[in-house]
T-cell receptor
């Protein structure tokens, strides 16, 4: 079991470009969560997805950010027209069951560190 | 709105000391609480998960307790080692399934 896989590990984009971050959940996990960690700040929830559905996107900025988790393939977090303030570490987590049923909690990937220059 | 606070924000201790890290949360309606470790520039490693019906969990030198009614959890680290140096995060999960993270405790254990 390779765990939660995120790529790339590091991503550099110029202002105005698009950033695409990928997350492959653990085998058997159907719930994916994206979190953002700004420099010197804590982790903040962005979006929660199940296969082909966005369950909770209350933490997503209203513009330029989108996420998907298709039937086949990894979950993608897309940031259009990046700005310097988007520079952060983006973490993906997956789980097998939700809330009260979860005995194993959440497993995190190693993150993608986005730098906007 | 759930808020999670961790005290102290930073801690520096000599090797061998027993430590207590504190986590408090404002809404006691949680499903579980999870402690993580984060090394600089790295991802999160899950340390312990406590379900809302449980009082504590132990793994090696780590022991985490949960007092849901008072909104508190503690992480106890016995016989600390330099390799324990990292940032420790607690996070709670509620009915919306997302994790709400605390601000973290940055721990340094020196030889």
């Amino acid at each position: 079991n390779a765990g939660v896989m995120q790529n790339p590990r590091h991503l550099v984009r110029r202002r105005g470009q698009e950033a695409r971050l990928r997350c492959s959940p653990m085998k058997g996990h159907s719930h994916v969560y994206w979190y953002r960690q700004l420099p010197e700040e804590g982790l903040k929830f962005m979006v929660y997805l199940q296969k082909e559905n966005i369950i909770d996107e209350s933490g997503m900025p209203k513009e330029r950010f989108s996420a998907e988790f298709p039937k086949e393939g990894p979950s993608i977090l897309r940031i259009q027209q990046v700005v310097r303030g988007d520079s952060a570490a983006y973490f993906c987590a997956s789980s097998t069951l939700t809330g009260a049923d979860s005995n194993y909690g959440y497993t995190f990937g190693s993150g993608t560190r986005l730098t906007v220059v | 709105k759930q808020e999670v606070t961790q005290i102290p924000a930073a801690l520096s201790v000599p090797e061998g000391e027993n430590l207590v890290l504190n986590c408090s949360f404002t809404d006691s309606a949680i499903y579980n609480l999870q402690w993580f470790r984060q090394d600089p520039g790295k991802g999160l490693t899950s340390l312990l998960l406590i379900q809302s019906s449980q009082r504590e969990q132990t793994s090696g030198r780590l022991n985490a307790s949960l007092d849901k009614s008072s909104g508190r959890s503690t992480l106890y680290i016995a016989a600390s080692q330099p390799g324990d140096s990292a940032t420790y995060l607690c996070a709670v999960s509620s009915d919306t399934d997302k994790l709400i993270f605390g601000t973290g405790t940055r721990l340094q254990v020196f030889p």
